[in-house]
């Protein structure tokens, strides 16, 4: 396995991040910048996540041409039951021929649930070749015995990869034992990562399995999700791992779509679930900082570090009071612009 050195990948957030801030605002910020806690392994950027229906050839052709960050080779709920053996062949003729050009995205595959009775056959028919995907997507993981399943299967189906690196796995919390237990999931997920071909490395919110679940009516403005997806999100941040928004599954109204993922983006998720190639730029635009954002920041964290060499903890910045907190904000802001 091929993960980046912890110095490397500092050396590269550096400099990613410096081509994202101007020039102008930045003075010595090579020499300034420090981000504490950067995770050592590559990290793929999920801003859209577009599901692309297994068994729709047509679509699936389009894969060249979306700019989403992650695609979603769907088995699941985008796939009529009397399709799920077109979309396995389908996609699984998709790795094997190499036919489509994943350049710049993450190639990934959702499975049917564990519960469903379907899964293994998906595993064994999309995973027993030579070319894997980069991520997998498992929905409806109700409990850590789900993961446990999972992870004996994975075991016993991948033979080989031309991979240097990990199948990563994201999860989905769709109910509310779902919700009750992901802490316990998480943390098994993180354990199970240690032994078998898996990383766990994200958290989908299903919002609308989840309101069928609770018997919550959908609204554009989602309040009746507020505590759900705050608590997805806090959790899926204990665990360090991204957390995956909502659909707008009203993928007409971009104007919509922009709010909700404005405020996905502010309260911490890294990425949204879309539908839609229309649906794409607008989520990408909201997860990633804007430029006089990432130039405040870069501005914030030297002038910290100017103010904590002077032996001063708290002092004024561009008119707010800067303090340790917001400095981790800054430098969260920064990490986000590094990464895409
Ligand atoms: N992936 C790739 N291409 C897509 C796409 C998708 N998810 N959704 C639409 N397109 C393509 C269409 O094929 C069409 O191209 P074409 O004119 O060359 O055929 C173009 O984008 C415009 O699509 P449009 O006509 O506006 O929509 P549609 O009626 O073809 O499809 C949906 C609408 C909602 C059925 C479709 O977007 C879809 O299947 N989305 C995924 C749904 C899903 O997976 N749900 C489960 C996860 S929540
Ligand atoms: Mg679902």
Redesign the pocket.
């Known amino acids: 396995m091929s993960y980046l050195k912890p110095t490397q990948t500092l050396l590269s957030l550096n400099r990613k991040v410096m081509k994202a801030a101007s020039s102008r605002s930045v003075r010595n910020f090579s020499t300034t910048l420090q981000l504490h806690n950067v995770d050592a392994r590559r990290y793929i950027p999920r801003r859209a996540v577009?599901?692309?229906?297994g068994s729709?050839e047509?679509?699936?052709k389009?894969?060249p041409s979306?700019s989403a960050d992650c695609i979603v080779m769907?088995c699941?709920?985008?796939v009529a039951l009397s399709k799920k053996e077109a979309a396995r062949s389908m996609i699984r003729r998709i790795l094997d021929s190499q036919e489509i050009d994943f350049t710049g995205k993450d190639c990934s595959v959702r499975f049917n649930s564990v519960d469903s009775g379907l899964c293994e056959d998906d595993m064994r028919e999309i995973l027993s070749g030579a070319h894997l995907p980069s991520t997998v997507h498992l929905p409806k993981v109700e409990s850590p015995q789900h993961l446990e399943w999972f992870a004996e299967k994975l075991k016993s189906v991948v033979k080989t990869s031309t991979s240097s690196e990990k199948l990563r796995l994201i999860i989905f919390t769709e109910s509310a034992t779902s919700l009750l237990d992901l802490p316990a999931i998480c943390r098994r997920g993180v354990e199970l990562s240690k032994d078998f071909p898996f990383e766990l490395d994200g958290v989908v919110f299903g919002s609308?399995d989840f309101c069928a679940d609770i018997g919550a009516t959908r609204t554009n403005e989602a309040k009746e999700l507020s505590f759900a997806r705050q608590y997805v999100l806090t959790v899926a941040k204990a665990f360090k791992l991204q957390a995956i928004d909502l659909?707008y599954?009203d993928?007409k109204d971009l104007d919509g779509l922009k709010v909700q993922s404005e405020e996905g983006a502010g309260m911490g998720f890294t990425g949204k679930?879309v539908?839609?190639?229309?649906q794409v730029s607008v989520v990408q635009a909201a997860f990633t900082p804007r430029p006089e954002k990432v130039e405040w920041a870069a501005g914030l964290v030297q002038a910290f570090e100017e103010h904590q060499k002077e032996g001063k903890g708290a002092f004024t910045y561009k008119g707010h009071m800067i303090d340790m907190p917001l400095l981790l904000q800054a430098r969260n802001i920064l990490q986000m612009a590094s990464r895409t």
């Not at 577009?50 to 229906?53: C, F, T």
């Not at 539908?275 to 229309?278: A, D, E, K, L, M």
């Open positions: 577009l599901y692309v229906p729709d047509r679509k699936l389009k894969i979306l769907d699941e709920d985008g609308d659909v599954i993928y679930q539908i839609h190639p229309g």
